[in-house]
C-alpha cells in the first residue's frame, strides 16, 4: 500500500466555494488512485483541506492530479490555487491550478517543475502536454473585427469567456460599481448647464477630488512650454521624432521661425544640432469628420514642428494644420494672433487624441497584448516555461478588450458617438496604424535611437523607460538561459508555434514590420520576451494611467472639433475657439470614459507582484526576488528625482506599473 497525502488550496478568491462536490484522484505511469471525494467546495472556507490518498502500490515517478466537480444543485464554479502531493518517500510536489474548475470538464494538473517539449519524454507527460495544448485551441479561438487589424479572441461578451481568463469576483464587482457610480464620484449629477459652453470658466463647474497633476494642466494649458512638454511626458510620448530635413509637405522657411530661434542661428543650423523635431499626423490624412447629434465634427492632420531651445524647453514655432501645402492651409506661427494661435494648437491636440487612444493606446498595447495572451494560451502548455513567466502579463486582458470593444469602439461606443474620428475613420486610421506598426517600434532602445530622441533633455519617458526595459532584460535572460542554450530554442516546436501566432495574427504577415519569423538564439528570445513584458505593463502604463489626469481638462484633450480647421489668419477670436471644442454633453462623456479607463481596482497586480506559486526551481525564484529589488530601487531613483519636478513623472515608477493589461 503507497498512501500519498493530498493538501488542496483554494486560495482566497472571494465566491470561491459553492455547492457541488468535489473529487480527486492520482493518476500514475504505475498505478492511479480511485476518485475520494474531497468535500462540498462550499465546506471549504478554510482555504485548504488535506486528506490521504491510497493506492496499491506507487504511482511510479511521474504523476497527475485530476481533480473534478460533480453537481449537487446548481451548476456552479469552484476555485483552486494550487494541490501540494507529499509522495510515500517525503517529497512535496507543487502541482499549480490557479483557475476555476468547472462540472463541465475534469481539470488534470502536473507538477509544476517546467520542462521544454522536446525534453519531456515520458509518455503520459507527452500526452498531457498535447492535450493541454489542444483543450485551450478549443476553448480560445481567433476572430476577426476587421482583416486589416490584429485579430481578436472569437468571444461576443464576457461571460463567454472561460473562467480561468476572467475578472475575480472583486474586480468584477468593483467595475460594476465604478461604471454606476462615476457620475457620482466626479460630482456631474448636479450640472446641468445648456449644452453649449459659453465660457472657459465654466469648465471649472466640472469638479471632483482633482491631482496636483491635474491642477498644474488646468494653470499652463494654453502655454506652448507645457504644450511642447507632453510631446515628451505626456499621454503620448511616441511621436515626436528628431528632424534633420523638414518633409516637402512642410515649407517651414527660415523666416518664419527666425523669431523662436537664437540670434545668429537658422533652422537650417538647428537641424545640424539636432534640436529640431517633427509630430507629423499623416494616418489622419483624408479621414472625414463624423456626425454626432446632427453636427458635422472636424478633425486634421498636423505637422507640428518643435525647438528645443538653450534652456532645455521644447517649444512648439510652426503648425500647418493639412498635409497638402496650399494658399488656404497656412503655416501657423507663434507670432500670429495669440487666438489663431491657440486654434492651431487645439487641433494638434485633437489629432494627439486620436493618435494616442486608438494607435498608441489601444492598438500598440490592448490589442498587441491580446495577441499576446491568445497565442501564449493557445501555444503553449502550462508546464512551459514560458507559459509560466508569461501568465501573470496576460491576467485579466481578454476581458478587459472584450468590454472595451463595446463601450469603445462598437457602433454605440464612445468613438462612434462622442468623437469626430467616428467609427468609419476610426477602422481607417487602425488599418493605417496596423500597417505601420514595426518591430523595432515597440522593442524601447531602437525606438529611442530609430526617432533621434537619445539627447533631448528632460525626456523621463526615456529615461525611466530604458531602465525598466534594462531591468526586465535582464530577469528575463535569467529565467530563459536557464531552461535554453541556442539548440533549445531551435529545437523547441512549442516556442515557433506561439512566435508564428504571434506573427500571423498581431502583424498579419507584415514582411515590412520586421518582426521575426522564428528563433535561433536565446539572445533574439530575451528581447522578444522583454518587449512583451515592456509592452503589456510598463508601455501601457505610459500610455494609459494619465489619461484622467491629461484629460479631464477637455481643451488640452478635446475628442472632437465643431468647426473646421482654419484656412486664414486673423480669424479666429474667443469665442470661435470656444465654439469650436466639443459641447457639455460629450465632454462629460468623454471624461466619464477617462476617468474609467484610469481607476485601478483592489486586486490590481502591481509589476513584479507574482502570487501564483508557478515555479519551483531554485534559479528562476532567485531572479523573480532581484527582479523586485531591481523595481525597488529603481522607484527610489524615480521618487527622489520627481521631488526636483515642477510636474514630477510617475507614470513609470514601478509600483504605478501593473503586470498585465488589465485596465
Known amino acids: 500500500m503507497a498512501n500519498y497525502t493530498v493538501e488542496v488550496f483554494m486560495g482566497d478568491a472571494l465566491n470561491a466555494g459553492n455547492a457541488n462536490t468535489v473529487f480527486i484522484n492520482l493518476i500514475g505511469t504505475k498505478d492511479s488512485s480511485e476518485p475520494q471525494i474531497l468535500g462540498h467546495s462550499a465546506d471549504m472556507l478554510s482555504c485548504s483541506k488535506t486528506l490521504t490518498v491510497s493506492c496499491k502500490e506507487s504511482l511510479g515517478p511521474f504523476f497527475l492530479v485530476q481533480l473534478e466537480l460533480k453537481v449537487l444543485e446548481l451548476e456552479d464554479y469552484w476555485f483552486c490555487s494550487k494541490v501540494i502531493v507529499t509522495d510515500p518517500e517525503g517529497r512535496q510536489l507543487l502541482f499549480p491550478c490557479y483557475q476555476w474548475l468547472s462540472p463541465k470538464k475534469k481539470t488534470i494538473l502536473r507538477e509544476a517543475t517546467a520542462k521544454l517539449s522536446h525534453k519531456d519524454t515520458e509518455e503520459m507527460a507527452v500526452g498531457h502536454r498535447l492535450e493541454d495544448v489542444a483543450k485551450k485551441c478549443e476553448d480560445f479561438i481567433w476572430g476577426v473585427y476587421d482583416s486589416e487589424i490584429p485579430h481578436i479572441v472569437q468571444v461576443d461578451s464576457a461571460s463567454g469567456l472561460p473562467y480561468e481568463v476572467r475578472f475575480s469576483f472583486t474586480k468584477e464587482k468593483e467595475f460594476q460599481h465604478s461604471q454606476l457610480n462615476t457620475s457620482l464620484d ?177 492598438l500598440r498595447t490592448h490589442l498587441l497584448a491580446e495577441v499576446f495572451t491568445m497565442a501564449t494560451l493557445r501555444a503553449l502548455p502550462s508546464v512551459h516555461p514560458l507559459f509560466k513567466l508569461l501568465f501573470p502579463h496576460i491576467r485579466y486582458t481578454l476581458q478587459i478588450n472584450i468590454m472595451a470593444r463595446k463601450q469603445l469602439t462598437s457602433a454605440e461606443g464612445i468613438f462612434s458617438t462622442s468623437c469626430a474620428i467616428g467609427l468609419k475613420g476610426m477602422i481607417t486610421f487602425m488599418r493605417r496604424a496596423t500597417a505601420s506598426l514595426t518591430y523595432s517600434s515597440l522593442c524601447l532602445p531602437d525606438n529611442i535611437k530609430e526617432r533621434g530622441l537619445e539627447n533631448i533633455p528632460h525626456y523621463y519617458y526615456r529615461d525611466d523607460g530604458l531602465k525598466l526595459w534594462n531591468i526586465i532584460h535582464k530577469f528575463v535572460n535569467g529565467v530563459v538561459a536557464h531552461y535554453y542554450t541556442d539548440r533549445d530554442v531551435q529545437e523547441d516546436s512549442e516556442l515557433q508555434t506561439w512566435l508564428t501566432e504571434i506573427v500571423e495574427h498581431g ?61 486664414t489668419k486673423g480669424q479666429a477670436t474667443a469665442d470661435s475657439i470656444l465654439a469650436a471644442l466639443p459641447n457639455v454633453t460629450l ?77
Not at 536565446?522 to 510598463?538: H, P, Q
Open 587 to 663: 465632454t462629460l462623456k468623454i471624461i466619464t470614459a477617462l476617468y474609467l479607463l484610469s481607476k485601478k481596482s483592489s486586486d490590481h497586480y502591481p509589476f513584479g507582484y507574482y502570487p501564483e506559486e508557478l515555479f519551483v526551481e531554485a534559479v528562476p525564484l532567485q531572479k523573480m526576488e532581484q527582479f523586485r529589488q531591481d523595481l525597488k530601487a529603481l522607484e527610489g531613483e524615480i521618487e527622489a528625482r520627481n521631488k526636483n519636478l515642477e510636474l514630477p513623472y510617475d507614470y513609470l515608477n514601478p509600483k504605478n506599473v501593473g503586470n498585465s493589461v488589465d485596465l
Open 186 to 362: 466626479l460630482k456631474l449629477n448636479n450640472f446641468h448647464p445648456t449644452n453649449t459652453w459659453n465660457s472657459m470658466e465654466e469648465l471649472e463647474d466640472v469638479q471632483w477630488n482633482a491631482s496636483r497633476t491635474h491642477e498644474y494642466i488646468k494653470k499652463h494649458w494654453r502655454t506652448d512650454t507645457f504644450f511642447g512638454y507632453q510631446f515628451l511626458n505626456g499621454l503620448n510620448p511616441m511621436m515626436i521624432k528628431r528632424c534633420s530635413k523638414l518633409p516637402n509637405n512642410f515649407p517651414v522657411t527660415n523666416d518664419m521661425v527666425k523669431s523662436a530661434l537664437p540670434k545668429e542661428s537658422s533652422l537650417e543650423k538647428e537641424m545640424e544640432k539636432g534640436n529640431i523635431f517633427l509630430c507629423d499626423y499623416a494616418r489622419l490624412d483624408g479621414i472625414v469628420g463624423s456626425v454626432i447629434d446632427g453636427i458635422q465634427q472636424y478633425l486634421a492632420a498636423p505637422l507640428c514642428l518643435l525647438f528645443s531651445n538653450p534652456q532645455g524647453k521644447l517649444l512648439p514655432i510652426a503648425i500647418q494644420l493639412k498635409q497638402k501645402p496650399e494658399a488656404q492651409n497656412p503655416i501657423f506661427l507663434p507670432t500670429d494672433s495669440k487666438h489663431d494661435w491657440l486654434l492651431a494648437k487645439l487641433f494638434v491636440r485633437n489629432a494627439e487624441f486620436n493618435e494616442h487612444e486608438l494607435n498608441f493606446h489601444l
Open 507 to 567: 502583424f498579419l504577415k507584415n514582411d515590412n514590420s520586421g518582426i521575426p519569423e522564428s528563433f535561433h538564439t536565446v539572445a533574439e528570445l530575451v528581447k522578444f520576451v522583454t518587449m512583451l513584458i515592456f509592452t503589456v505593463s510598463a508601455q501601457h502604463a505610459a500610455v494609459n494611467n494619465g489619461q484622467f489626469e491629461f484629460g479631464a481638462w477637455m481643451p488640452n484633450f478635446p475628442s472632437t472639433m465643431k468647426t473646421p480647421p482654419p484656412t
